[in-house]
């Protein structure tokens, strides 16, 4: 059985990878992408999901735009160096193949409520957003969720935004503190983890020569353009740990989410009043990099 999932994303290079390792790999049933901005506005994040879906010939899937600005807070322009200001450091997509769809979270909530209880995971790659209006505005469909998988955050690892603090958590802290605390069962795919899963230039090379392996070869090797050595491979961990809990080992942490106006909000904190949260704190790099190729064939 495949499994129901919805992707919400900002991509992106390594959400570009996440979602064509999902629509790849042949296990997921992707029932919609909605966007939100992050590592650029919305229209790029939107138009590039779109592209992605056109590469792998996917009209029958929808983009759903999202929320453009964070829960409370300003958009910040800090991301352009990663990712370029087009989100994909300039790699060409063909043209999207539909009109994007208006307004995820009502689009998410309409989904949901049409489903059986547990069965649609909602994999998160970007500022948490559009989750967050949902869990907040529709509470009576938490129920139809089975879990919720987020890259964000980081406990033992150095922050990328701020000095203890991770850009998806950062760019929006009040939707990570929403989305945390919420009695959806949520997993948290952190830096502490997705920095062990790197892509290295002679990984990236031996990707199989199909379309969309050829495509992830080109978006993993402008990733790499910096002169470093190796990349990590932050938001395919999520898809990961979606199909092979077992290559990640999680703890329950209690945790809240700094929601103050220092260069640090966004920082998860360990908190004894705070909700118990699953969190990967190990992964079995080697593993994981061995299935992610297999999206790829
Ligand atoms: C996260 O931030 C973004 O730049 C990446 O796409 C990933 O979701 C890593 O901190
Ligand atoms: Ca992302």
Redesign the pocket.
């Known amino acids: 059985m495949k499994k129901r999932v919805i992707i919400d ?2 991509p ?1 290079l ?2 570009a990878i996440a979602i064509l390792f999902a629509l790849g790999c042949g296990k997921f049933d992707v029932l919609g992408l909605t966007t939100v901005a ?2 650029i506005g919305l229209d790029r994040t939107t138009g590039n999901a779109g592209g992605l879906l056109a590469v792998m010939g996917r009209s029958d899937i929808p983009v759903i735009r999202g929320a453009d600005i964070p829960l409370t807070r300003e958009l910040q322009d800090l991301i352009a160096i990663v990712h370029g200001t087009d989100g994909l450091k300039g790699v060409p997509l063909p043209e999207p193949l539909a009109t994007p769809l208006d307004n995820a979270p009502d689009w998410i909530a309409r989904t949901l409520a049409a489903a059986e209880p547990g069965s649609i995971d909602i994999l998160a ?2 500022p948490l957003t559009n989750v967050a209006h949902v869990l907040t505005e529709h509470p009576e469909l938490m129920d139809r969720i089975g879990e919720i998988i987020v ?1 964000g955050g980081t406990i033992n690892e150095p922050g990328n935004s701020g000095p203890n603090s991770e850009f ?1 958590f950062a760019t929006d802290p009040e939707a990570a503190s929403v989305v945390i605390g919420s009695p959806a069962k949520v997993t948290i795919i952190p830096l502490d983890v997705t920095r062990k899963v790197r892509a290295q230039i002679d990984y990236v090379e031996a990707l199989p020569d199909t379309q969309h392996g050829r495509l992830a070869r080109e978006l993993l090797t402008v990733y790499l353009q910096d002169g470093r050595q190796s990349r990590p491979l ?2 395919p961990c999520v898809m990961l740990a979606s199909l092979e809990p077992s290559i990640f080992t999680v703890e329950s942490l209690k945790l809240d989410v700094d929601l103050g106006d220092d260069p640090d909000a966004g920082r998860l904190l360990i908190d004894r009043r705070g909700k118990p949260v699953d969190v990967a704190l190990g992964v079995d790099a080697e593993r994981a990099l061995a299935l992610l190729r297999t999206g790829f064939v």
């Open positions: 994303t900002d992106g390594d959400d992050g590592n790659l970007g890259m998806n932050h938001d």
